[in-house]
């Protein structure tokens, strides 16, 4: 008969910590695709709990006592891990944007369709960037930094130790802005440069030859091109994920700073 007793601290210490990482899987990129299982999902979360309880310290956790304090610390925690994961996730909508600039370019604007990942409405080169990205990130081995990064953030923001700082974490969010739509233009560039060369073509080609419809021609050129400009320059994919990627550790580098005491 197995006997093992343990005391309610170091209980309370460890469902503090599942909280944190359990909210960072269901949010971070790759992670949370919907296609995964909740019960991988939260297999996943209680072993990386269980691997980080052993190596951090327990016994350097003071426990509240009150109810209302476990509560607010489990909720505190909650909001941390939603938060780092956060960083990660608002980057991998950059794909997404940048998808829809290069189908209104192309003519796909209204041709959405349902995102199995996302449960969300995306244009069809939205989808394609996405996915193509997430074989990158599994290629790369970047889902090993978000399981790092998370763990190491217990030696950064300690159980109950987190501070949120409002201005740190305004100004992350104002940086990213500012990045969100020059690393979608960036994704998006060939397509979007092709696309309106051959829009002043088919402009000078209206005056040249007014006879000509150039609005049936140029739906069907503009397709083609499009199409033809996304299978040659997908060789540039892993130079603009490099990009993607750096955001993504930024963005959660940055929410890391904006939660640590100021002390430390």
Known sequence: MIDYSFPIQELEYFLLIMTRISCFVFVAP?????STPNRVKIGFSFFLSVLVYYATMPHLYESPGTLISVSTMIIREA?????????????????LFAGRIADMEMGFAMANQLDPATKQDATITGVYYQYMFMLLMVLTGLYKYFVSAI???????????????????????IKFLGQYMLIGLQICLPVFCV???????????????????MFAV??????FTG???????????PKLSDLLFKAMQKGI?????????ASI
């Open 227 to 237: 199409l033809a400009v996304l299978f040659i320059t997908v060789g540039l994919l």
């Open 218 to 223: 140029g739906i069907q050129l503009k397709v």
């Open 79 to 95: 909001a941390v891990g939603l938060l780092l994961g956060l960083g990660a996730y608002i980057c991998q909508t950059i794909v």
């Open 30 to 34: 790759f992670f949370s695709i919907s």
């Open 195 to 213: 696309i309106m060369l051959l829009n002043a073509i088919l402009g000078i080609l209206a005056k040249v030859a007014p006879q000509m419809n």
């Open 253 to 261: 580098v940055s929410f890391v700073e904006g939660l640590m005491d």
């Open 151 to 173: 763990a190491e953030t217990f030696t950064l923001i300690p159980i109950g130790k987190a501070v949120f700082n409002y201005d740190r974490l305004l100004d992350s969010v």
